[in-house]
């Protein structure tokens, strides 16, 4: 005998917790970092071995003169966020790189151009 849970009782008992990853390189002798690799080194960490992730990770440059990227992350959390409170701070290693994951709050966003994601003022290019 199988329960069925309606929908909406299951999409409304989860939230989203935001958070982002520091201190990466944006590029190195292998290329740029790419949402691919990041959800990758992800899935192996033991801790977001229960995660799932909400969207695919962003990967932004953190200046236009500096070699570090910022990544923000988005996971499927409890409406207490208890999840996110546990790997919030916490250090890991990405190559020969220590990350540190950081919490954030819901950024609704700049309006931004899709191939280039850079800021849109009035019109894209």
Known sequence: MSIQIPLKILVSSKSKSYM?????????????????LIEGILKDLYLFKDAVLASK???????????????????????SGSYAKNIINHQFNVR???ATMCGTNMNPGVPQCKNCWKCVVATTH
């Open 20 to 36: 982002k990853i520091v201190g990466l390189l944006y590029s190195s002798k292998l290329g740029v970092i790419i949402s691919d």
């Open 57 to 79: 990770p962003h990967i932004i440059k953190v200046s236009p003169k500096s070699d570090k990227a910022m990544v923000w992350v988005d996971i499927w959390d409890s409406q």
């Open 96 to 98: 020969q790189f220590i």
